[in-house]
């Protein structure tokens, strides 16, 4: 019996180690009531994910962008319309905020593997990790929702963008500062790292 019971032990904390996530601890700090409302305004934009294209060009080169990537994401999530909403909205988000797409799908690969309800040990909530204490900073106070894909995207991304801000743009630093480990080359060199699977080249040849 006792045998049993361990064994049912392990599988619960197997389990557990699945489910969570090597995310980051991104630190609560002082912000200037100008950053705090203008990242608050930023995650409460009520506007549809969609895209909008004024040239046909880019229209095409977008759809381009989202059949390779889907392809590549194809093996980590097999379930094709779960897929694509995901990479829309990783686009839409990450071109909002004025980021990589490629960066932030490095930095989703690195925080939670691509796992909707990844929970890390230190609380960390969905896709890029995002930390509760944000939704009382900068939001209603609900932590249920970041595990809503365009919610954690919208403050993933905005939060991403205010430490590029912060840093001069410096990429290595503001990586570390989302991770709370600014200064230390581990996690950043993780998601440059996996920027590279993320990586589209534009194809100027015309054909």
């Known amino acids: 019996m006792r045998g049993c019971t361990l064994r049912r032990l392990v599988l619960i904390a197997a ?3 699945a489910a969570s996530a090597q995310g980051g601890n991104q630190k609560e700090e002082a912000l200037a009531d100008s950053v705090r409302v203008a990242l608050s305004r930023a995650i409460t934009d009520a506007r549809p994910p969609k895209p909008q294209f004024t040239r ?22 097999p379930d094709r ?6 990479l829309q909205a ?10 990589d797409p490629a960066m932030v799908l490095g930095l989703i690969q690195v925080e939670s593997g691509f796992r909707k309800y990844a929970v890390s040990v230190v609380g960390a909530h969905g896709y890029m990790q995002v930390m509760p204490f944000w939704t009382r900073v900068i939001g209603d106070g609900d932590r ?14 905005s939060i991403l963008r205010m430490y590029l801000d912060m840093e001069a743009g410096n990429i290595f630093l503001a990586l570390g500062r ?15 790292a996996a920027w590279k699977n993320w990586e589209y080249k534009t194809d100027t040849s015309g054909t």
């Open 15 to 17: 389990l557990f180690a």
């Open 56 to 77: 046909i060009e880019d229209r095409i080169r977008y759809l381009k962008w989202l059949g390779e990537m889907s392809e590549r994401l194809k093996r980590r999530l």
């Open 81 to 86: 319309e779960g897929r694509l909403e995901l």
């Open 90 to 99: 990783v686009w839409y988000e990450a071109t909002r905020a004025g980021l």
């Open 144 to 157: 249920k929702k970041l595990f809503n894909m365009q919610t954690n995207l919208r403050y993933g991304c």
């Open 178 to 192: 989302y991770n709370g480990s600014r200064g230390q080359p581990e996690y950043p060199n993780a998601v440059l």
